[in-house]
């Protein structure tokens, strides 16, 4: 039996749990329900108590987590987290069955940047959201579903009919070639057979039930640790669930009896976080706004206490690649097992602020946890995450920090485990001190 430190098993449990957006916000209710979080809805009237641990998980993808210190004084501030729980991949269209010659394929869409021929040659799975019919038409009822198993698969096509692909590459038309195939046709597969058959049969219902769908097409493999020491994990879904991860167990680990901590999963930051469930969305105000009147405050009291607080934007960083040294900055090109990684950019597409920075590397030096520096290449545009868009509503410092990868948005990344680990302990030492 394969034994892990604490840190990286919590991390392989949820890469192995969140195989959509719905189940990483499943498996994160659950280890907060085990943990003796409550949980909370949305449209209800919050009664808060000091010492009061609790949750809140609108729309099924994203999710609020709070702590009230057991002699909390609000404008004391607060301390916030964010991550997401998306991931760049394929998705399934509406009607997607697809007969080609004998083939039975699904049509699907692109959803966020992935590099797409990682997700060829190898086994896939569905996995998402099925909305069946309810008491009446605005009450739909909600399914999880996970194959779990391979039920997909892209394959390349062969190099005797591709003699340059070693050379030039393989466009890919997303409409042509990312048809993956479900099986061909037989006595359990017919022509007239439809998707929505399928779910109900995994499902247990009656496909006369299904209104719609939000699936996902996933790699199935399992995280597995590599290096001749085993000091890497190789797995999907790295981006962004190392984040979700270290917030949601450094949350129940760790606490400050004065002043509130809150972590924020949001969904959609891979198409843009505008979205009813986005971080470019109203929720966080309406959450943070909850809170505070349930003691008694108003909103424009909640925002002058919070500007006092400090966010963490948690997402993954562009790890040194040996192969290619040109892609990195000159003098600030972080390493995997390096620590984790503080990123800045001048232009604010990773929220910047020396002030902020400052006190977070105070912070890693106190508690003697190893961190990085991330600057992008001057002639890269590179990526952003949710601080900025955060901060541009919330009158808060934030700053970017995350773990570094390879591979990063491929159908399996890279990266360090003793960086999972410092993510871990820096998370705790942010919401503690």
């Known amino acids: ?20 957006p719905f189940h990483t916000v499943e498996h994160s209710k659950k280890t907060l329900l085990d943990a003796g979080f409550q949980e909370l809805s949305l449209k209800n009237e919050w009664m808060l ?11 099924g993808t994203t999710l609020y987590a709070f702590v009230i210190g057991s002699s909390c004084k609000l404008s004391n501030g607060i301390h916030m987290g ?19 010659h004998n083939y039975f394929q699904l049509n699907t869409e692109v959803y966020g940047g992935p590099i797409l021929h990682t997700f060829f040659d190898r086994p896939l799975s569905l996995a998402g959201k099925v909305v069946v ?14 194959f779990k198993r391979p039920v997909l698969y892209l394959p390349s096509l062969a190099i005797h009919m591709d003699r340059e692909i070693n050379e030039k590459g393989a466009p890919i038309d997303n409409q042509k070639h990312l048809l993956p195939i479900l099986g061909t046709i037989s006595n359990q597969l017919s022509k007239d057979t439809s998707l929505t058959e399928l779910l109900a049969n995994e499902l247990g219902i009656s496909s006369n039930d299904i209104l719609d769908y939000d699936l996902c097409i996933y790699s199935p493999e399992q995280p597995e640790l590599v290096g001749i020491t085993r000091e890497f994990i ?20 760790s ?13 959609n930051e891979e198409v843009g976080s505008l979205s009813k469930q986005g971080a470019d969305s109203s929720l966080p ?15 424009v009291e909640c925002m002058a206490d919070i500007s006092d607080g400090l966010m963490l934007s948690l997402d993954v960083a562009h790890a040194y690649h040996p192969n ?6 000159i003098t600030n090109y972080p390493i995997a097992n390096g620590g984790i990684i503080l990123k800045s950019a001048s232009n604010q597409s990773y929220a910047w602020d020396c002030e902020v920075l400052g006190s977070l590397i105070a912070l890693c030096q106190q508690e003697s946890i190893p961190f990085q520096r991330f600057a992008k290449h001057s002639n890269m545009k590179g990526g952003g995450t949710i601080a900025s868009i955060i901060s541009s509503h919330l009158p808060m410092k934030t700053a970017d920090v995350g773990v570094g990868l390879l591979a990063m948005h491929s159908s399996r990344e890279f990266m360090g485990i003793r960086d999972q680990i410092s993510l871990s302990s820096f998370v705790k030492a942010f919401f503690k001190n």
């Open 285 to 299: 105000s309406i959450i943070l706004g909850k809170i505070w009147q349930s003691f008694g405050k108003n909103f």
């Open 255 to 267: 606490s400050n009896d004065d002043r509130v901590n809150l972590v924020c999963l949001f969904d």
């Open 1 to 20: 039996m394969k034994t892990y430190s604490k840190e990286v098993q919590q991390l392989i449990n949820y890469l192995t749990n969140g195989t959509s």
């Open 82 to 100: 964010g991550a997401h729980t998306d991931f760049p991949g394929i998705k399934v269209k509406p009607n997607p069955e697809v007969i080609n």
């Open 133 to 146: 019919r309810g008491t009446h038409y605005d009450k739909p009822v909600c399914h999880l579903i996970d």
């Open 49 to 59: 108590k000091r010492g009061g641990r609790y949750f809140c998980a609108p729309f």
């Open 234 to 253: 190789s797995s999907p879904r790295l981006d962004d669930i190392t984040s979700v991860c270290a917030l949601i167990h450094g949350l129940i680990e």
């Open 324 to 329: 290619h040294p040109g892609t990195q900055d």
